[in-house]
């Protein structure tokens, strides 16, 4: 059974880069037909898509963060990551890798990280 | 202001059946799958529907999605004090290129 697990720094300053990695278990990251991508949740707001990579082809970001955001795949050490540049504390958020989108009807995300902005 | 919209809130007694609406657009819901995920605090969030209308194994029947034109709907059935949680509609959006969620919806079981 696929597992995704978040890890990175759980404080980050602001302006600075915030850099998080998703680790697979049971599963391989180069599967084909599959977007790996990140979805977050800002202390009580709602879930917002932050981007999307399918495997082997194009990246997908919310044109919100689109200047600010890079999400790469590791296929050596089965891990994809997010780096979000130049963070405030509206960055402030419970970070969830996750397998999405996905028409499949399988749920792969992982528990999701708390990483706050702050100096 | 999220693309997708939904009522802030629901409610219902035990027993009862209530509906969570989510409204978007042509370039949106019309056109693409949605998804209806399950949020209690501090977990992930949980599949109740994919592909529209569709239940993952193991989400019990009560839980039921359709979708119409630019809308979509989750109807909860039966309901039991254990459905009190966040709601979210989620869909891939052609024009911004991207995932959109809908703002959610915070059930509650009276």
């Known amino acids: 059974q696929l597992q995704l697990q978040e890890s990175g720094p759980g404080l980050v300053k602001p302006s600075e880069t915030l850099s998080l990695t998703c680790t697979l278990s049971g599963g391989f990251i180069g599967s084909s037909s599959v977007y790996w991508g990140w979805i977050r949740q800002p202390p009580g707001k709602a879930l917002e898509w932050i981007g999307s990579m399918y495997y082997g082809g194009k990246s997908y970001y919310n044109p919100s963060l689109k200047s600010r955001v890079t999400i790469s795949v590791d296929t050596s050490k089965n891990q994809f990551s997010l780096r979000l540049n130049s963070v405030t504390a509206a960055d402030t958020a419970v970070y969830y890798c996750?397998?999405?989108?996905?028409?499949?009807?399988?749920?792969?995300w992982g528990q999701g990280t708390l990483v706050t902005v702050s100096s | 202001q999220s693309v997708l919209t939904q009522p802030p809130s629901a409610s219902g007694t035990p027993g009862q059946r209530v509906t969570i609406s989510c409204s978007g657009s042509m370039s949106n819901i019309q056109y693409n799958y949605v998804y209806w995920y399950q949020h209690l605090p501090g977990t992930a969030p949980k599949l109740l529907i994919f592909?529209?209308?569709q239940r993952p194994s193991g989400v019990p029947d009560r839980f039921s999605g359709s979708k119409s034109g630019t809308s979509a709907s989750l109807a909860i059935s039966g309901l039991r004090s254990e459905d009190e949680a966040d709601y979210y509609c989620a869909t891939w959006d052609d024009s911004l290129t991207g995932g959109v969620f809908g703002g959610g919806t915070r059930l509650t079981v009276l």
């Open positions: 592909r529209n209308n």
């Open positions: 996750a397998r999405w989108p996905d028409n499949s009807g399988s749920h792969f």
